[in-house]
C-alpha cells in the first residue's frame, strides 16, 4: 500500500524553481521527500505564490500532497487560530550546533568515523555512556530492527516502527529508536542529521532491502551512537570509539556514519545525487526547523512519533 494524498499544516523549508532538466519542488521542515510543484502553468503559478508568501511570513501552510507521486496538489493559507495552535505545540531544540560541509567522496573512513578525531561535536559532550562492543550494537540494531511493522507479531513496544517505508518518516522512526537506545539499553544516542541543502543537490537512496525503487530526500536522520572496538596490530591491542549509526531502513546492521552518509549519494538513481552537509545533535532534536539546518523541534512527549508511526504502518516504499 502507498500513501495517499494527505492535507496537513507544514512549514516551508525552500522552493525550489523549475530548471532545464528538473521540476520545481516545494521542501517541507516536517517532511524529508521532496514535493514536485504542479506542472500546469496556472496551478504551477498559483501554488508557488502561496507558498512564496508563506515563507516570506515565516507562517505555516496547509498543504495538499500526494506522497506516493511525490506532488503538491493545492496550497491554502490556515486560519490565525490554526497558525496559533499549530505554533504553540512547538518546542525548539537547545544546544544546537550549525551543519558542516562535506565532500563525502574525499572522506578518509579509516579516521573520519573516530569520535575522538575528528568528530568534534558538542553532542559527544552530553554524554558518555558509550556502547561497549561491537556485538552489543548489533543486538541494539537487531532489537530495533524486530520491531518494523512489515513483520508478523505485535512488537514488542508500543507502536511498531514502519522502517519498510523508506519515503518518509525518518524523523520519528529516529526518535523511537532514541527512546529503545537511552530508555532500554541505558546508552547515549546522538542524531545525525545529514542535508541537501545548497543549489539542486539531493540525497538519493536505493531502496534495495524494500523493492529496489529510487528514493530522494532533502535530508535524513537517523540515531548515532558511540561504539567501543578493540583492534590488534601486530603484538599491541588497543580500543577506539566510533560513530555508527542504527538505521534498519537501509541497513541489515550498524554502520560506520562515512557509510550511512555514502549510501545518500546513490549515481544508480540521480548522478547529481550529493550531501551538502551533515551535523549532529542532541537526540532531542526531532527535524529541522529551518532550510539551513541551524534549528531544530523537538518532540518531548512522543506525541507527533507516535503519530506518524501510526500514520505509516502500512505503507510501503515500492
Not at 14 to 42: C, H, I, M, T, W
Not at 261 to 288: F, H, K
Request: hydrophobic residues 40%.
Amino acid at each position: 500500500m502507498r500513501a495517499t494524498e494527505d492535507s496537513e499544516i507544514l512549514t516551508l523549508a525552500a522552493v525550489r524553481d523549475p530548471s532545464k532538466d528538473r521540476p520545481g519542488y516545494a521542501l517541507f521542515n516536517e517532511r524529508q521527500q521532496l514535493f514536485e510543484l504542479p506542472r500546469a502553468k496556472r496551478q504551477h503559478e498559483s501554488v508557488s505564490r502561496r507558498l512564496r508568501e508563506a515563507h516570506e511570513a515565516t507562517r505555516p501552510v496547509r498543504v495538499m500532497t500526494d506522497p506516493a507521486a511525490g506532488l503538491v496538489r493545492a496550497v491554502e493559507h490556515p486560519s490565525d487560530r490554526e497558525v496559533d495552535a499549530f505554533l504553540e505545540r512547538r518546542v525548539l531544540a537547545e544546544d544546537v550546533e550549525a551543519p558542516h560541509r562535506i565532500d563525502v567522496a574525499s572522506l578518509d573512513p579509516t579516521t573520519f568515523n573516530i569520535v575522538d578525531l575528528e568528530l568534534r561535536w558538542h553532542a559527544f559532550n552530553l554524554c558518555r555512556r558509550t556502547i561497549p562492543s561491537y556485538k552489543k550494537a548489533k543486538e541494539v540494531f537487531d532489537y530495533c530492527a524486530a520491531q518494523s511493522c512489515h513483520l508478523p507479531g505485535p512488537p514488542d513496544i508500543s507502536h511498531c516502527i514502519p522502517f519498510q517505508y523508506v519515503i518518509d518518516g525518518c524523523y520519528a522512526r529516529a526518535h523511537k529508536m532514541r527512546q529503545i537506545i537511552e530508555e532500554e539499553y541505558n546508552y547515549c544516542s546522538e542524531k545525525v542529521f545529514s542535508f541537501a541543502n545548497q543549489n539542486n543537490d539531493t540525497l538519493a537512496v536505493k531502496a534495495n532491502m524494500w523493492g529496489g525503487c529510487c528514493v530522494f530526500w532533502w535530508y535524513h536522520v537517523a540515531p548515532l551512537v558511540r561504539v567501543r572496538v578493540r583492534l590488534q596490530f601486530l603484538s599491541f591491542s588497543f580500543q577506539i570509539v566510533l560513530a555508527m549509526v542504527i538505521d534498519p531502513s537501509m541497513f541489515t546492521k550498524p554502520v560506520l556514519l562515512s557509510t550511512w552518509l555514502g549510501a545518500q549519494q546513490s549515481r544508480t538513481c540521480d548522478e547529481d545525487a550529493n550531501v551538502s552537509m551533515y551535523s549532529i545533535q542532541p537526540s532531542s532534536a526531532y527535524w529541522p526547523a529551518n532550510y539551513a539546518g541551524t534549528a531544530f523541534d523537538t518532540d518531548p512527549d512522543y506525541s507527533k512519533t507516535h503519530s506518524t508511526l501510526v500514520n505509516y504502518k502500512n505503507l510501503t516504499t515500492c
